[in-house]
């Protein structure tokens, strides 16, 4: 499809704008056309609604999916969460004539019907499959050589395997990939993919930070200059708490973390004073000076 109804997402939206804004600037410089849909609303995470109601989170992410058909337009999502979401409310309806039912019965209180004539993408998987690294590679102005990058895909990213089927559930590639494309170097590191403790903020904050700490620390152990995400809560949990690492367990972790749309920006030559970066965390003042 060539044009995208733009799905931000609650928490970049709200929490992490200086994302959103390198998010819409790469999303130019790829020349990526899309709109916006203000009547969008939460995905709703899976995480929180499905546990309760798996009828009312379907409604909720179907909501979404009729804005985007009412257009005739595909999603684009920068955010793993609501990619997850939404393309699972998609592809279960597709193929649930029974669900769809029932789903449809809660819309037609607000006049709408699923009919299941869009698709769900996320950011990086557009990048991967249909701009391809090798495409991407012609849009870097400022190679990002010398630079070690942890990448991070985050659970949602991937999974249900049956349903996102596009990369590796267990190995996924695309992000090194991408990453490698703009000049940096991927490092491998030990438990690369397990949770980073987002997912128990909240409920348990000492495994929580346990769970951090064991990521940091293998990361810190290959000496990366800095960790790729592109996920909002893994961006949260990763430049947000590492104070609190530092507080509990008597480390000294400063390494910076970057979501792939800034990535992607800084490679392109977009200033790093355009993006926000003093918006972070963990302050960037020395990997700029590397950069």
Request: hydrophobic share 40%; with cysteine.
């Amino acid at each position: 499809m060539s044009e995208y109804a733009l799905f931000v997402g609650c928490v970049i939206a709200n929490r992490y704008p200086h994302l959103e804004k390198s998010g819409r600037m790469v999303l130019e410089n790829l020349r990526i056309k899309f709109k916006d849909i203000p009547e969008f609303g939460c995905c709703p995470n899976p995480t929180g609604t499905l546990q309760i109601s798996r009828e009312a989170w379907t409604a909720a992410a179907a909501h979404n999916l009729c804005l985007a058909e009412d257009k005739g337009l595909d999603i684009l999502t920068f955010c793993n969460g609501c990619y997850e979401t939404l393309k699972s409310a998609n592809v279960e309806m597709k193929n649930d004539p029974h669900h769809k039912d029932v789903v449809n019965k809660i819309l037609s209180k607000v006049n709408m019907e699923f009919k299941g004539s869009i698709n769900v993408v996320h950011f990086l998987e557009y990048v991967y499959k249909i701009i391809t690294p090798e495409k991407l590679k012609e849009t870097v102005v400022k190679p990002l050589t010398g630079l070690r990058v942890a990448t991070f895909y985050g659970c949602h990213y991937g999974r249900p395997s049956s349903i996102v089927d596009f990369d590796d559930p267990i190995r996924p590639v695309s992000l090194d990939r991408v990453v490698e494309a703009l000049g940096a170097t991927s490092v491998e590191y030990l438990n690369k993919h397990t949770c980073c403790g987002s997912a128990i903020s909240g409920i348990d904050e000492d495994s929580q930070l346990i769970l951090l700490k064991d990521k940091l620390e293998q990361i810190d152990r290959v000496k990366a200059d800095l960790i790729c995400v592109i996920c909002p809560a893994c961006y949260m949990q990763l430049d947000g708490n590492q104070r609190k690492v530092n507080s509990k367990f008597g480390t000294n972790y400063k390494i910076p973390v970057l979501y792939l749309t800034e990535l992607i920006a800084l490679a392109q030559g977009i200033p790093p004073a355009e993006l926000g970066l003093n918006f972070h965390a963990v302050k960037m003042k020395e990997l700029i000076e590397k950069f």
